[in-house]
């Protein structure tokens, strides 16, 4: 078992306290009688929103350049909104997905989801009875071999899978999760 992991007395505890000192608004998530055992953000998907926006700004400058290359205004129309979806999940992958966090307590686990304009969306709340396996997908990263991050999946009872993408401390979440 994990020190920093364990719900009750010690270091568990001491953990449970610095992560409410560090995030003091997780207290009003908590239940009567719950534990804050684990607690990640989701990681910044930088690299792919900058491709998603080079391609979609690509693609509306190109068509805004050279009307006439795409054979009429209704191929036209198409490329401009691939373009217009594409530069928007750039902006929404760089600056919004990274508010997405998943906690952990003692008796069950939230997930809470950002929707498309970037504010809190749907909360997936699930009781730790009800997971029958959880595994871990780390992040392959060549340079940051030693990170904790990577994704999380679920496995429940009634047979459903969720996937909680991408934590900055996934194997935290991880090792939370395989603790009873």
Same mark, same amino acid.
């Given at each position: ?16 306290? /610095? %992560? ?5 608004? !997780?207290? @009003?998530? =908590? ?6 055992? #684990? ?33 009429? /205004? %209704? ?5 401009? !909104?691939? @373009?217009? =979806? ?6 929404? #992958? ?87």
């Amino acid at each position: 078992m994990t020190g920093k992991s364990l719900p009750g007395s010690g270091p568990g505890s001491s953990y449970s306290r /610095m %992560l409410l000192r560090q995030h003091p608004w !997780l207290s @009003g998530l =908590l239940q009567e009688g719950e534990t804050l055992i #684990a607690f990640s953000y989701r990681e910044p998907e930088t690299l792919p929103g900058i491709s998603l926006l080079f391609v979609g700004v690509a693609a509306l400058g190109d068509f805004a350049l050279h009307p006439e290359a795409f054979g009429g /205004m %209704l191929p036209g129309a198409f490329v401009i !909104l691939a @373009g217009a =979806l594409l530069s928007a999940g750039g902006v929404w #992958a760089v600056c919004f997905a990274k508010r997405s966090y998943t906690l952990v307590t003692s008796r069950r686990i939230l997930y809470q989801k950002i929707n498309l304009l970037g504010r809190p969306g749907k909360t997936v709340c699930i009781p730790r009875g009800q997971v029958r396996s959880a595994r871990y997908l780390k992040s392959m990263v060549m340079y940051r071999g030693a990170g904790s991050s990577g994704s999380v999946l679920l496995v429940l009872q009634n047979g459903g899978r969720l996937l909680i993408p991408g934590m900055q401390d996934g194997e935290n979440i991880f090792d939370a999760l395989r603790e009873r």
